[in-house]
């Protein structure tokens, strides 16, 4: 039974039904998963292809969190894998499961894709396959394959797919035309879950140590007509709260409107971390209309010689001038990422980081620091 009662998106089907029936697995709890919208899109294109059905396991669940399928009753897994930590989580889950790590020692094939996995090789004796680069492309195509009974061989020549030996992979960038048909409701004791809505995949601005500013470059945007659909639907589907997902959000060059088109729509939103240096006025004003009490920002260094050898060079001064103007709009905590540890990084560049952080504390803000 999954942990709370889901009021709607899921599928509900007799597997009996399908020729291929496949687990989409996230390696974490329910509640996570019903954030992730990788592992949802996995879910929604998976049960789109003729003849699957696909159904969730997730960490804290002893079984389908749909209901139906048992893990012996799965002719494939498909994982996700977002960041190197869900790697061991995914291989304590099988370990759960009594399903050997090792695709050698193993019967049931497991298949993932991910953006901890843009190099695969590390995780070759685990996977049978990865998916490299956005998968709601590949993935479709590949489950038709093996539904219609492809070879190894042949499911190994598909672009995207990389197997242990296979040299050649092609990083795959899908169109941003495809949408799920629906999303997952449920309802925890707080409130129901966000409507996950992403505005644009990738970034343009190359910060030298963030592997989306290699791997997804450059930025995609959804058209604003298909967001204002999407925020339509969110409304018509009983959610309460828009989750807006973008690597730079503030980029997209319709984002004031979109977060306008939400708060006329009735509903709530929030914002992943957002670059200091796009606050313009027109996203403070609808920042104070929405009533936003947190933002947060990513100087990841107070050091004016770190900022240019990871190509993020904005002064200290200029950040502490945005707190202040989110102050004067109503916010009133600063959530704030800096990183310790880049390469040459000396001890006086960490000092300039500590001054940054309190200063920013000084302009009349709650101040949170994240150190990684
Ligand atoms: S702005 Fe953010 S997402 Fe873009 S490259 Fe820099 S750290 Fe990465």
């Not at 942990?3 to 029936?21: A, T």
């Not at 997902?245 to 004031?256: G, M, N, Q, T, V």
């Not at 240019?308 to 001038?321: C, F, Q, S, V, Y």
Request: aromatic share 8%.
């Amino acid at each position: 039974m999954p942990l709370v009662k889901e009021e709607g998106g899921f599928y509900d089907r007799d597997p009996r039904e399908y020729e291929l029936r496949v687990g989409v697995v996230f390696p974490g709890p329910y509640r996570a998963s019903i954030n992730s919208l990788g592992h949802q899109l996995i879910y929604y294109v998976s049960n789109e292809v003729e003849g699957v059905i696909a159904e969730r396991f997730v960490s804290d669940v002893p079984k389908s969190v749909d209901g139906s399928l048992r893990l012996k009753d799965l002719d494939l897994m498909l994982v996700s894998i977002h960041y190197e930590g869900q790697i061991h989580t995914f291989l304590r889950m099988l370990q759960d499961w009594g399903i050997p790590a090792s695709r050698r020692r193993r019967e049931i094939p497991i298949i993932a894709g991910g953006p901890a996995l843009n190099n695969p090789l590390p995780v070759s004796e685990v996977f049978d396959a990865v998916v490299v680069g956005d998968g709601e492309e590949v993935v479709p195509k590949l489950l038709s394959m093996i539904r219609e009974g492809a070879s190894k061989e042949e499911i190994a020549s598909l672009d995207g797919i990389y197997v242990r030996g296979k040299r050649n992979v092609r990083f795959q960038r899908a169109s941003m035309e495809y949408l799920p048909e629906s999303q997952i409701l449920a309802h925890f004791p707080e409130g129901k879950n966000p409507f996950l809505l992403e505005v644009s995949r990738g970034c343009s601005q190359g910060c030298r140590f963030c592997l989306l500013g290699w791997t997804q470059r450059p930025r995609r945007d959804r058209p604003l007509r298909q967001i204002e659909e999407q925020i339509e639907i969110a409304a018509e589907l009983g959610f309460e709260k828009v989750y807006l997902i973008a690597s730079d959000l503030l980029s997209h060059p319709r984002i004031a409107d979109i977060m306008k088109k939400i708060l006329d729509e009735g509903l709530t939103f929030s914002t992943p971390s957002l670059r200091a240096d796009e606050l313009d006025d027109d996203v403070l004003e609808v920042l104070r209309m929405a009533g936003v009490r947190t933002v947060t920002i990513a100087p990841e260094t107070g050091s004016w010689r770190v900022k240019l050898a990871i190509n993020k060079p904005m002064e200290n001064r200029d950040i502490i001038g945005v707190a202040e103007d989110l102050r004067d709009s109503g916010i009133r905590k600063l959530k704030t990422y800096f990183v310790l540890g880049f390469p040459f990084e000396r001890l006086d560049d960490v000092k300039e980081s500590a001054r940054l952080a309190y200063e920013l504390s000084s302009v009349g803000l709650e101040v949170e620091a994240s150190v990684s």
